[in-house]
T-cell receptor, first 114, second 114 residues
Framework: GAVVSQHPSRVICKSGTSVKIECRSL??????MFWYRQFPKQSLMLMATSNEGSKATYEQGVEKDKFLINHASLTLSTLTVTSAHPEDSSFYIC??????????FGPGTRLTVT | AQSVTQLDSQVPVFEEAPVELRCNYS??????LFWYVQYPNQGLQLLLKYLSGSTLVKGINGFEAEFNKSQTSFHLRKPSVHISDTAEYFC????????????FGKGTRLSVIA
C-alpha cells in the first residue's frame, strides 16, 4: 500500500511557542490530506481537510488561526500549532488520498506542550 | 451525515478464542466501510474494507467482517485470536467519493489474555 510519513514523531514544546508537523505522501500524489486529532483512549476527530493548492476546510470548533494548514504540493501538507498550550497536547494523525476511496494514514505525531 | 457506533469499548478474550467486535453505522447514502487497527503510539493500519460486492470481506491477520445492510452493521470477527492482536480497533465509514473524510467510531480495545 501507499506510504505516508509524519515528522516529527514526537515533539515537546513550551507553552506559547509554535510547532510544525509535516505529513508526506512518499509514493503517490495526494490530492487531499486530512488532519485528525486523537486524545488518549479516544477516537480520531477530524480537524480539517486540505486540498492541494487551496485553503483548508476546518471542522466546526477548530480554530483555523490556531491550527494553520498548508498543502503546497501534492506530496506535502503541514500543520502548525501556533501559540501552543497544554490543552493542545494530543496525538495528531494525518491521512492522504489520491482521489480513491482509500485513505492512507501517517504514523502520528505526539505533541506535548509544557 | 454518517455516524458509527462501536457497541463495546473494551473486549477481553482468552488467547485462541474467537472474537467479534461490533459496529453499526447510520447513513442516508451508500457508504464504504472500513476497519482499522491501532497499536500503541502508532497510526492506523487498514484491516479490511467493504466497497461493494460480496458482503463477507476478508482482511489481514485472519480478520473478516460481514456487511449487513438491513441491520446496518459491519461486525469484525476472528476465529482464534493471538496475544499480538491486542490493540485498539476502529470502525469507520465514508461516503465513498474520493476526497471525503472518514467518520470513526469510538474504538474497541481488544485485550487478549494468555
Amino acid at each position: 500500500g501507499a506510504v505516508v510519513s509524519q515528522h516529527p514523531s514526537r515533539v515537546i514544546c513550551k507553552s506559547g511557542t509554535s510547532v510544525k508537523i509535516e505529513c508526506r505522501s512518499l509514493d503517490f500524489q495526494a490530492t487531499t490530506m486530512f488532519w485528525y486529532r486523537q486524545f488518549p483512549k479516544q477516537s480520531l476527530m477530524l480537524m480539517a481537510t486540505s486540498n492541494e493548492g487551496s485553503k483548508a476546510t476546518y471542522e466546526q470548533g477548530v480554530e483555523k488561526d490556531k491550527f494553520l494548514i498548508n498543502h503546497a504540493s501534492l506530496t506535502l501538507s503541514t500543520l502548525t500549532v501556533t501559540s501552543a498550550h497544554p490543552e493542545d497536547s494530543s496525538f495528531y494523525i494525518c491521512s492522504a488520498t489520491g482521489g480513491t476511496y482509500e485513505q492512507f494514514f501517517g504514523p502520528g505525531t505526539r505533541l506535548t506542550v509544557t | 451525515a454518517q455516524s458509527v457506533t462501536q457497541l463495546d469499548s473494551q473486549v477481553p478474550v482468552f488467547e485462541e478464542a474467537p472474537v467479534e467486535l461490533r459496529c453499526n453505522y447510520s447513513s442516508s447514502v451508500s457508504v464504504y466501510l472500513f476497519w482499522y487497527v491501532q497499536y500503541p503510539n502508532q497510526g492506523l493500519q487498514l484491516l479490511l474494507k467493504y466497497l461493494s460486492g460480496s458482503t463477507l470481506v476478508k482482511g489481514i491477520n485472519g480478520f473478516e467482517a460481514e456487511f449487513n445492510k438491513s441491520q446496518t452493521s459491519f461486525h469484525l470477527r476472528k476465529p482464534s485470536v493471538h496475544i499480538s492482536d491486542t490493540a485498539e480497533y476502529f470502525c469507520a465509514v465514508s461516503k465513498g467519493s474520493g476526497n471525503t473524510p472518514l467518520v470513526f467510531g469510538k474504538g474497541t480495545r481488544l485485550s487478549v489474555i494468555a
